[in-house]
Nanobody, 115 residues
């Protein structure tokens, strides 16, 4: 079992920046990848960025060049640095851990970008 706790969401003006954090605890040695997903009202939950154990990264086309995913292994924490934010980035952002048994999710953190 892995527990994930996100933090760092909030309200920001368009063009601004936020950094999300996700602290993992429990069986962290079993994590194959950590990722960030987002879900806007009435829409499906989509991948934003993902970082594998081997440090391979994947980004949604809409965030390439603006968002950066990184990991601090000593703190078992994954970050999402979000720059040049746009109103369309407004969503609940979820941290997820890919495990041999499936995927674990955090509780989500709201990001709101005002125009």
């Amino acid at each position: 079992q892995v527990q994930l706790v996100e933090s760092g969401g909030g309200l920001v003006q368009a063009g601004g920046s936020l950094r999300l954090s996700c602290a993992a605890s429990g069986s962290v040695f079993s994590i194959n990848a950590l990722g960030w997903y987002r879900q806007a009202p009435g829409k499906q939950r989509d991948l934003v960025a993902r970082l594998t154990r081997g440090f391979s990264t994947t980004y949604a086309d809409s965030v390439k060049g603006r968002f950066t995913i990184s990991r601090d292994n000593a703190k078992n924490t994954v970050y999402l640095q979000m720059n040049s934010l746009k109103p369309e980035d407004t969503a609940v952002y979820y941290c997820a851990a890919d495990l041999p048994s499936g995927r674990s999710w955090g509780q989500g953190t709201q990001v709101t970008v005002s125009s």
